[in-house]
């Protein structure tokens, strides 16, 4: 088989990948009692099922997982709502079929909340909800997997705030709050994860002892 031949299979393999979830997704949110674990289950098998016929995870696992969250919102634009509500279970679930391939979670974790939020803004949605949908989503399933959870949320939070940037510095600024919830309790990630005040270059104050540590919620 010519090289050509095998990338034509390779990028046929993932283009039914997004169709596969986008009508799966459709008849979840139209009657299925259990949408969130149907929608992780369709996903992880979808996305594992296709890196294993791609035979590499790490030079097509982004692609897989745009061609997913793509086809996600497809879906919940055909049915008119659910758009939130099944982010968080396609995230999940890609990072669970990543993870059933043997593939990076933590990059995964990355790429899917960066493409969600992106996708977001592209339809019009809140972006802010999808992200902490999104963040929830791949955090949940490093939980479920054993998965280094604070590596994990670090990059999530990261990703989504970076996201966000490129839309502006309203998104930035209401992504950044709704995810210090997300990682209360995680002092670390949220830390390194979320972008700290600087005073302006021609300032000369001395940082302070608390300055870039983020205070989270309940927490001294």
């Known amino acids: 088989m010519s090289a050509e031949q095998t990338q034509s299979g390779t990028e046929e393999k993932i283009g039914k990948a997004g169709a596969t979830v986008k009508q799966g997704i459709v008849g979840s949110l139209k009657g299925l009692n259990d949408i969130e674990t149907e929608i992780v289950d369709l996903v992880r098998n979808t996305v594992s099922g296709t890196l294993k016929a791609t035979g590499t995870v790490a030079n097509e696992g982004l692609v897989i997982t745009k061609d997913v969250i ?9 049915v008119g709502t659910g758009l939130i509500l099944s982010t968080k279970s396609v995230a999940k679930g890609v990072v669970m079929g990543v993870n059933d391939v043997g593939g990076d979670i933590v990059i995964a974790a990355g790429q899917t909340v960066k493409v969600a939020v992106k996708g977001a803004a592209e339809v019009g949605a809140d972006v802010s909800q999808v992200a902490r949908k999104a963040v929830d989503g791949v955090i949940e ?9 604070e ?19 309203t998104a930035v600024r ?10 209360e309790g995680i002092k670390e990630v949220a830390s390194a994860a979320l972008p700290a005040s600087r005073p302006a270059p021609s300032e000369k104050k001395a940082p302070s002892s608390e300055e870039g540590t983020v205070k989270i919620r309940g927490k001294s």
């Open 174 to 183: 209401t992504v950044t709050d709704l995810l210090v919830g997300v990682v």
């Open 151 to 169: 590596d994990v949320a670090k990059v999530a939070v990261g990703g989504a705030i970076e996201a966000a940037g490129l839309l502006g510095k």
């Open 70 to 78: 793509k086809g996600a919102i497809q879906a919940t634009e055909e």
């Open 141 to 149: 399933a490093a939980k479920d997997i054993g998965g280094n959870v």
